[in-house]
């Protein structure tokens, strides 16, 4: 069965800097993948996905992904923080056609 | 246009009590979603429906939850005999795709504490 593994619950960092937030993926056949954000007291929304096409993908917000099948990791990255960035970020694979496993979830701080 | 809509935003009920929360997915959505949100826990699958399809409960935790779609259109999460581990935030979405890489769209949630 597919699943996603996030590193790092929380993470910080100063406005303008980089953001990168880590997704690694488990599955048997070549996975489709997903970011998604959720900001306080709103549903998820998605970010960016991966579905076997160019392996950086860009997202909403400035947000981007990269595929790295030898590393199994799909990390989300933004090289400039900014304080509207402050939300909890999902990475999530789809297992079968129906449903996506979703990570524990990523909190990012952005402190001014 | 309308997102996808949940009711009630917050309850609170004690434990032993039945509760019902309700999903109005985006309209023309043939798929539609339930999943829990508990603190440190991610998102937990519980149950999707497709169309007229049986419903793919493989998510839910035990026989206490179910879930009903009439008409294809609204959602019905059910929980009998609430405990205490069952308080998280009940997600809906919907989605108008069948296939593995579309985009579900989530609404706020219902938060469920149970005391």
């Known amino acids: 069965a597919q699943s996603v593994t996030q590193l790092g619950s929380h993470v910080s960092v100063s406005e303008g800097a980089l953001v990168l937030l880590r997704c690694n993926y488990s599955s048997s056949v070549p996975p489709y993948l997903f970011w998604y954000v959720q900001y306080p007291n709103q549903g998820l929304q998605l970010l960016l996905k991966y579905t076997s096409a160019a392996t950086l993908v860009k997202g909403i917000n400035g947000f981007e992904a990269e595929f790295k099948k030898s590393e199994t990791s799909f990390h989300l990255t933004k090289p400039s923080a900014h304080m509207s960035d402050a939300a909890e970020y999902f990475c999530?694979?789809?297992?079968?056609?129906?449903?996506?496993?979703f990570g524990q979830g990523t909190r990012l701080t952005i402190n001014p | 246009g309308a997102g996808v809509s949940q009711s009630p935003s917050n309850k609170v009920t004690e434990k032993g009590k039945d509760v019902e929360l309700r999903c109005d997915p985006i309209s023309g959505h043939t798929a539609l979603y339930w999943y829990r949100q508990s603190l440190g826990q991610g998102l937990e699958f519980l149950i999707y429906f497709q169309g007229n399809s049986a419903p793919d409960k493989s998510g839910l935790p035990s026989d206490r939850f179910s879930a009903e779609r009439t008409g294809g259109s609204v959602s019905t999460l059910t929980i009998q005999r609430t405990q205490q581990e069952d308080s998280a935030v009940y997600l809906c979405a919907s989605s108008p795709w069948t296939g593995p890489t579309g985009e579900l769209f989530f609404g706020e949630g219902s938060r469920l504490t149970v005391l």
């Open positions: 999530a694979v789809s297992q079968g056609a129906q449903k996506l496993v």
